[in-house]
Each structure stands twice: as structure tokens, then as C-alpha cells.
Nanobody
């Protein structure tokens, strides 16, 4: 019922920043917890950040905490991920996801986008 489309990925040097967007369509995601996950090449998908339906609560993976900010604009049905001080280890395909239950586990999310590539070069 919900389609998610990520955008904003690209190539950036270490220390740079990127702003990712996740546009939802089909129905409102204002009642969902929204999360960002990433999958480095050759590795499993990993949790990055999540945000509650109201936007009042956020959770970050230790690897990105202090460098990243997840936010949402429910009026625009859009979720964002701002990443600063990027490292080579941040490279991968970034996915946004929505679910009823907030969790760090990908299994808790019902809707997924196709992903956007982030490549950080040294």
C-alpha cells in the first residue's frame, strides 16, 4: 500500500556530507515508525536510524550517532537522513523503511524503498 523512494545519494569525499530523502506515496506514513538502513557491498543490511511517528523520538546506530540526523515532515510524507563527517565505512546502499513497531531490526519494517547508493571516497 505504501511506496518508498529514496534519493540524494552520490559520491562524496571523506569529511563531506549528504542529505538523503525518502518520499512516500500511496498512503500517509504519519502513523509509522520510519527507519534508515544501509548495506555495504558484500555485507548484510544494518540499522542506521529510526524516528517515531510524531518525530519526537529518534534512535541511532553507534556508528553514526553524533554525525547523523533523522527527521521527518509528515505534511510532505517524507523522511530525511542528514549525514556529516562521512567516512569510507559509510558507503553502501541506503534504504528507508516503515513499520508499525519501532525497532532496530529490519524484520519489524513492512515497507521498503529500492535504495540509493552512497559512496565515500578517501
Amino acid at each position: 500500500q505504501v511506496q518508498l523512494v529514496e534519493s540524494g545519494g552520490g559520491l562524496v569525499q571523506t569529511g563531506g556530507s549528504l542529505s538523503l530523502s525518502c518520499a512516500a506515496s500511496g498512503r500517509s506514513v504519519s502513523s509509522y515508525t520510519m527507519g534508515w538502513f544501509r548495506q555495504p557491498p558484500g555485507k548484510e543490511r544494518e540499522f542506521v536510524a529510526r524516528i517515531t511517528s510524531s518525530g519526537a523520538g529518534t534512535v541511532y546506530a553507534d556508528s553514526v550517532k553524533g554525525r547523523s540526523t533523522i527527521s521527518r515532515d509528515n505534511a510532505k510524507n517524507t523522511v530525511y537522513l542528514q549525514m556529516n563527517s562521512l567516512k569510507v565505512e559509510d558507503s553502501g546502499v541506503y534504504y528507508c523503511a516503515g513499520g508499525i513497531i519501532g525497532s532496530r531490526s529490519s524484520a519489524a519494517y513492512d515497507y521498503w524503498g529500492q535504495g540509493t547508493q552512497v559512496t565515500v571516497s578517501s
